[in-house]
Nanobody
Framework: QVQLVESGGGLVQPGGSLRLSCAAS????????MGWHRQAPGKQRELVAQ???????NYAASVEGRFTSSRDNAKNTVYLQMNSLNPEDTAVYSC??????????????WGQGTQVTVSS
């Protein structure tokens, strides 16, 4: 089992920055893809960023150039640096990881989510 603990959410003014962290703990063989999703009120959950085990990243078009995801494999932690935030970025942000057991292709785990509110 893998437990994910997120931190770094909060209230920020438009144009501001926040950095989210998500630390994985528990028993796992390896962690492959790590990612961030968000869900705003009344909207479907959407992928924000992914970072693969080799460090390659993938971003939603709406955050490209403003958000940067990174990972520290030694700490089993993924980060999301969010710059130039605007009110449309307001949502609950959740991290997820793919940590399959041996002989399995995928097993996904989710964090509890952290609220990000962008408002003046």
């Amino acid at each position: 089992q893998v437990q994910l603990v997120e931190s770094g959410g909060g209230l920020v003014q438009p144009g501001g920055s926040l950095r989210l962290s998500c630390a994985a703990s528990g028993s796992f063989f390896s962690i492959n893809t790590m990612g961030w999703h968000r869900q705003a009120p009344g909207k479907q959950r959407e992928l924000v960023a992914q970072i693969f085990s080799g460090g390659t990243t993938n971003y939603a078009a709406s955050v490209e150039g403003r958000f940067t995801s990174s990972r520290d494999n030694a700490k089993n932690t993924v980060y999301l640096q969010m710059n130039s935030l605007n009110p449309e970025d307001t949502a609950v942000y959740s991290c997820n990881v793919d940590a399959p057991p041996p002989l399995s292709l995928h097993r996904y785990y989710w964090g509890q989510g952290t609220q990000v509110t962008v408002s003046s």
